[in-house]
Protein backbone atom coordinates (compact mmCIF):
# COMPACT_ATOMS: atom_id res chain seq x y z
CA UNK A 1 0.00 0.00 0.00
CA UNK A 2 1.34 3.24 -1.28
CA UNK A 3 1.15 5.75 1.65
CA UNK A 4 2.06 8.67 -0.28
CA UNK A 5 -0.50 11.31 -0.89
CA UNK A 6 -2.37 12.26 -4.40
CA UNK A 7 -1.93 15.67 -5.28
CA UNK A 8 -4.49 15.42 -7.75
CA UNK A 9 -7.32 13.90 -5.96
CA UNK A 10 -6.08 16.85 -2.91
CA UNK A 11 -6.45 19.12 -5.62
CA UNK A 12 -10.30 17.90 -7.07
CA UNK A 13 -11.10 19.15 -3.25
CA UNK A 14 -10.84 22.81 -3.42
CA UNK A 15 -11.46 25.60 -5.53
CA UNK A 16 -8.85 28.32 -4.58
CA UNK A 17 -5.11 28.03 -3.31
CA UNK A 18 -2.68 30.16 -1.88
CA UNK A 19 1.05 29.99 -3.30
CA UNK A 20 3.96 30.23 -0.52
CA UNK A 21 7.22 31.23 -2.17
CA UNK A 22 9.21 28.06 -2.78
CA UNK A 23 6.35 26.27 -5.26
CA UNK A 24 6.41 29.48 -7.24
CA UNK A 25 10.13 28.96 -7.84
CA UNK A 26 9.76 25.11 -8.43
CA UNK A 27 7.41 25.82 -10.59
CA UNK A 28 9.18 29.13 -12.73
CA UNK A 29 12.69 27.23 -12.45
CA UNK A 30 11.08 24.42 -13.13
CA UNK A 31 13.14 22.62 -10.27
CA UNK A 32 14.90 19.07 -10.93
CA UNK A 33 13.32 17.24 -7.65
CA UNK A 34 9.87 19.64 -7.13
CA UNK A 35 9.07 21.19 -10.43
CA UNK A 36 6.65 18.53 -11.63
CA UNK A 37 4.11 18.99 -8.76
CA UNK A 38 4.16 22.80 -8.86
CA UNK A 39 3.35 22.38 -12.16
CA UNK A 40 0.58 19.92 -11.58
CA UNK A 41 -1.03 22.51 -9.58
CA UNK A 42 -0.13 25.66 -11.99
CA UNK A 43 -1.75 23.54 -14.81
CA UNK A 44 -5.11 23.42 -13.10
CA UNK A 45 -4.29 27.46 -11.83
CA UNK A 46 -4.11 28.44 -15.85
CA UNK A 47 -6.77 25.93 -17.14
CA UNK A 48 -9.30 27.54 -14.28
CA UNK A 49 -10.13 24.63 -12.34
CA UNK A 50 -8.52 26.51 -9.15
CA UNK A 51 -8.17 30.24 -8.79
CA UNK A 52 -4.47 31.19 -7.10
CA UNK A 53 -3.19 33.79 -4.52
CA UNK A 54 -0.12 34.53 -3.56
CA UNK A 55 1.20 38.56 -1.90
CA UNK A 56 3.86 41.59 -2.25
CA UNK A 57 5.83 39.50 0.41
CA UNK A 58 6.29 36.79 -2.71
CA UNK A 59 7.44 39.24 -4.71
CA UNK A 60 10.13 40.11 -1.93
CA UNK A 61 11.38 36.37 -1.53
CA UNK A 62 12.00 35.61 -4.91
CA UNK A 63 13.95 38.48 -6.47
CA UNK A 64 17.04 38.72 -3.94
CA UNK A 65 18.72 35.45 -5.33
CA UNK A 66 18.11 36.04 -9.62
CA UNK A 67 18.85 39.85 -8.75
CA UNK A 68 21.95 39.49 -7.09
CA UNK A 69 23.46 36.67 -9.48
CA UNK A 70 22.71 39.35 -12.36
CA UNK A 71 19.97 37.11 -14.00
CA UNK A 72 17.69 40.13 -15.12
CA UNK A 73 15.89 37.71 -17.27
CA UNK A 74 14.58 35.61 -14.16
CA UNK A 75 14.00 38.21 -12.06
CA UNK A 76 11.69 39.56 -14.82
CA UNK A 77 9.91 36.53 -15.15
CA UNK A 78 9.00 36.02 -11.62
CA UNK A 79 7.38 39.57 -11.74
CA UNK A 80 5.69 39.07 -14.96
CA UNK A 81 4.22 35.54 -13.64
CA UNK A 82 3.44 36.77 -10.49
CA UNK A 83 1.69 40.26 -11.60
CA UNK A 84 0.03 39.06 -14.53
CA UNK A 85 -0.45 34.88 -13.95
CA UNK A 86 -3.65 33.41 -15.70
CA UNK A 87 -6.06 33.07 -12.87
CA UNK A 88 -3.45 34.60 -10.51
CA UNK A 89 -4.26 36.63 -7.81
CA UNK A 90 -1.18 38.57 -5.95
CA UNK A 91 -2.22 40.44 -3.04
CA UNK A 92 -1.18 43.78 -1.21
CA UNK A 93 -0.53 43.34 2.54
CA UNK A 94 -3.18 45.36 4.36
CA UNK A 95 -3.56 46.67 7.77
CA UNK A 96 -5.73 43.40 9.10
CA UNK A 97 -3.53 40.94 7.72
CA UNK A 98 -0.65 42.54 9.53
CA UNK A 99 -2.82 42.27 12.84
CA UNK A 100 -3.57 38.92 11.68
CA UNK A 101 -0.20 37.68 10.89
CA UNK A 102 1.02 39.52 14.47
CA UNK A 103 -1.99 37.09 16.73
CA UNK A 104 -0.43 34.14 14.28
CA UNK A 105 2.97 34.63 15.33
CA UNK A 106 1.16 35.00 19.52
CA UNK A 107 -0.21 31.55 19.20
CA UNK A 108 2.54 30.00 16.97
CA UNK A 109 6.01 31.35 18.59
CA UNK A 110 8.06 29.80 16.15
CA UNK A 111 6.40 31.66 13.30
CA UNK A 112 8.78 33.13 11.29
CA UNK A 113 7.27 37.02 10.53
CA UNK A 114 7.00 36.08 6.76
CA UNK A 115 5.51 32.99 7.27
CA UNK A 116 2.56 34.71 9.32
CA UNK A 117 2.27 37.15 6.81
CA UNK A 118 1.54 35.14 3.96
CA UNK A 119 -0.59 32.68 6.12
CA UNK A 120 -2.48 35.44 7.04
CA UNK A 121 -3.08 36.61 3.37
CA UNK A 122 -4.07 33.30 2.65
CA UNK A 123 -6.65 33.25 5.48
CA UNK A 124 -8.04 36.83 4.25
CA UNK A 125 -8.13 35.38 0.75
CA UNK A 126 -10.38 32.51 2.28
CA UNK A 127 -8.18 29.98 0.30
CA UNK A 128 -9.16 26.40 0.68
CA UNK A 129 -5.60 25.97 1.19
CA UNK A 130 -1.63 27.08 1.85
CA UNK A 131 0.32 25.54 -0.78
CA UNK A 132 3.82 25.42 0.75
CA UNK A 133 7.41 23.25 1.18
CA UNK A 134 7.06 23.85 4.87
CA UNK A 135 6.82 21.01 7.13
CA UNK A 136 6.61 23.22 10.24
CA UNK A 137 3.91 25.31 8.83
CA UNK A 138 1.76 21.98 9.35
CA UNK A 139 1.25 23.27 12.93
CA UNK A 140 -1.04 26.24 11.38
CA UNK A 141 -4.84 24.94 12.26
CA UNK A 142 -6.71 27.86 10.78
CA UNK A 143 -6.25 26.53 7.24
CA UNK A 144 -5.40 23.13 5.94
CA UNK A 145 -1.11 23.51 4.51
CA UNK A 146 -0.28 21.20 2.19
CA UNK A 147 3.41 20.43 1.88
CA UNK A 148 4.77 19.00 -1.58
CA UNK A 149 7.62 17.29 -0.32
CA UNK A 150 4.36 14.82 0.82
CA UNK A 151 3.84 14.24 -2.90
CA UNK A 152 6.70 12.92 -3.54
CA UNK A 153 6.90 9.22 -4.84
CA UNK A 154 9.17 6.63 -3.36
CA UNK A 155 11.29 5.16 -6.08
Not at 56 to 82: H, Q, S
Not at 94 to 103: L, T, Y
Not at 129 to 146: A, G, S, Y
Amino acid sequence: MNNVANLSEDLEQIKTIFFDTAPIIYYIEANPIFGHLAKEVMDKVQSGELIAFSSVITLTEVLPKPINMGKKDLADRFVKFLKNGKNFNLMEISVNIGEKAGRLRGKYPALRSMDAIQISAALNAKADIFLTNDNKLKQIKEIKVIVLKDYLKNE
